[in-house]
């Protein structure tokens, strides 16, 4: 929706003004239309900002759109604190009461009377009363608020904190106290403080774009419309480069997988040959040692029987040069040789020795495999 009275919606505590005419003149336009300020609040209550705050500096106006104001304040989910920001009469004034927190600048008052416009006392004495309500928010008894409103009562900020008609008073600059000091109507008095508010604000229309066209390549008066086509054709961009960067990262992931099972199947065979390898170097072996124990049976070196060739042909297998000098060393009548121990020396060669070695190596390589 269009923003009329926001200053800038998109912030953390967006500000409305409400710094004229309380109701929409339709011939000369000028005025808050007060079913436009609810709707608007209400948007900016959904957009959830941490609080928003409403600047009063009105003469008050037309009490029906003054109704559309004050419920949306009072009714908002979000936290609405009212700041008058100069004049606050009539409507105005009623309206201020409906913050959560009511401000008031030092320099700022309020006024209120009984409502008038129609000759209808039943429906005066009931906009009175309703009215009457309204402001006894403040914590005044609603006896008290009808007898302030039967006359024009001014408030100024200290006895407006006294009475309970605000929560806090800000002190203005010296110089915006000055500059107010000297009016005491109200028409004027209510004119100069919305100047000084409107300057304090910056509204967006007033907003420089420059360091936004500079970034966009787009010259600093650019439309927005050309603003918004710029800001299009860099999402778009921003999109396709997103895609490709996608398509190339699920590129690399499958040229990864691939790899990777490449790598699993090389690492497979790898294992498969060296146990092939392993297997042929001991099946290798084995040959070569049995006929080695089968030349020295042959010979009458040792026993031609299974059992005695096996347990020869694992000791080769085992320490093949070793076994080959053991059984070379082994008669052919096979009797042992004998060695005779001199002076309690033991024996620098015997066979059970040297079998207990070849059986020693033996059993090392098996519990090694």
Known sequence: MDFIYTVDPLAKVPIMLLNDDIGLDQETGRGIDGAKFMAEL??????????????????????????????????????????GVGCMASIAAVIFQAGRTRTMMDFSWLMYHNPYGTEDKKVIETMTESLGKMVARSGKTEADILQMMKKETYINASEALEYGLCDKIED??????????????TEAYW???????????????????????????????????????????????AKSDSETYDAKIKDLQKQKDDLDEEMDKLKKEKAEMKDAKDKAEDEMLTEKCKNMVSDFAKIGKIKDDVKTLDFWTALAKADFDLAKEQIEAIPVNKKAPVINIVNGDKPKYSMGIAMAEIKAKYDIKNNSN
């Open 191 to 237: 004119s100069e403080a919305n100047k000084i508010v409107n300057k304090l604000i910056s509204k967006p229309g007033e907003m420089s774009l420059k360091l936004v066209t500079n970034k966009l390549g787009l010259t600093e008066n650019a439309s927005e419309d050309s603003i918004l086509e710029a800001i299009t054709k860099m999402e778009n961009k």
């Open 42 to 83: 209400m948007a900016l209550d959904a957009m959830k900002p941490e609080s928003i705050q409403v600047w009063i500096n009105s003469p008050g106006g037309i009490v029906m759109d003054g109704y559309n104001i004050y419920s949306a304040i009072l009714k908002s989910n979000t936290k609405v604190d009212t700041v």
């Open 172 to 185: 203005s600059a010296d110089h915006n106290k000055k500059r107010l000091s000297n009016f005491t109507t």
